[in-house]
């Protein structure tokens, strides 16, 4: 685990076409287990748009 602007700094430098960044409220290191509905809809989302 990284602390958030690692996080953000990777994304920046990464080309805006194939990433997606996106922060979850509320959420430990398993977005997965935490918010599973939301987790599923964000993957799902972007693997469709590519």
Do not use: K, N, Q, T
């Not at 979850?24 to 287990?33: D, I, K, Q, T």
Request: charged share 25%.
């Amino acid at each position: 685990m990284v602390p958030i602007a690692f996080s953000e700094a990777l994304v920046a430098a990464l080309p805006p076409d194939r990433v997606r960044f996106e922060r979850f409220a509320e959420c430990g290191h398993g977005v997965f287990g935490d918010a599973p509905d939301r987790a599923l809809a964000v993957l799902r989302d972007f693997v469709c748009a590519a």
